[in-house]
């Protein structure tokens, strides 16, 4: 147990559905960082949040979107999914915002039929 | 912007040889972090390396950073199949974001 957990493991949805993906950083840390890794393109930086807030964005489509909430948990919402948003979401945190040594959830597999 | 390239994409070893793999940024890098996947698994960190020329041991593992702070190595000695699994590096790019390389997957052969 990394310390990181996230919900739910696995989940099958049909195209044009909305999903949230649910992530408790490890205990002590502020910084929550969301990824998504498929087959063909790796681990792919998505957003990061820091004690709340919003601090650097990646390659996330606009149907995405995340916030943290005042506990530090954290929730990716996917909507209007697409066969291609079946991947690997990795929740990741760190103790601040020098993003040393990230911890990473066991993930949420999506798979979108 | 910054590129981290990671090669080899595949590494097929026997168990008991030695291995490299490499990570090379377009850029001079503050920090470079090291991780592994296992089949079916997470990122799991192994090691931050700072200092340019910096070496770092954990058992049959060797991390080294380059001297001008572009390119970083991870050696493998005497590999097991315990080493199985997908590596990767990772440079900062900006406020507390991390770019992973595409990494190298490593398949043991007994």
């Known amino acids: 147990d990394s310390g990181v957990t996230q919900t739910p493991k696995h989940l099958i949805t049909a195209t044009g559905q909305r999903v949230t993906l649910r992530c408790s950083p490890r205990?002590?840390?502020?910084?929550v960082y969301w990824y998504q890794q498929s087959l063909d393109q790796g681990l792919q930086f998505l957003i990061q949040y820091y004690n709340g807030e919003e601090r650097a964005k990646g390659n996330i489509l606009e149907r995405f979107s995340a916030q943290q909430f005042p506990d530090l948990h954290s929730e990716l919402n996917l909507s209007s999914l697409e066969l291609g948003d079946s991947a690997l979401y990795f929740c990741?945190?760190?103790?601040?915002?020098?993003?040393?040594?990230?911890?990473f959830g066991s993930g949420t597999r999506l798979t979108v039929v | 912007g910054q590129q981290v390239m990671q090669i080899p994409q595949y590494q097929h070893v026997q168990e008991g040889e030695d291995f490299t793999t490499y990570c090379n940024s377009s850029t001079t890098l503050s920090n470079i972090q090291w991780y592994k996947q296992r089949p079916g698994g997470h990122p799991v960190f192994l090691i931050q390396?700072?200092?340019?020329?910096e070496v770092k041991k954990q058992k049959r593992l060797t991390f080294q950073f380059g001297e001008a702070k572009k390119n970083s190595s991870l050696h493998i000695t005497a590999t097991q199949t315990t080493d199985v699994g997908t590596y990767f590096c990772?440079?900062?790019?900006?406020?507390?974001?991390?770019?992973f390389g595409a990494g190298t997957q490593v398949v043991v052969t007994p």
């Open positions: 205990s002590g840390d502020l910084s």
């Open positions: 990772a440079a900062p790019v900006g406020w507390g974001k991390l770019q």
């Open positions: 990741a945190s760190s103790v601040g915002r020098d993003n040393y040594g990230y911890t």
């Open positions: 390396l700072v200092k340019s020329g």
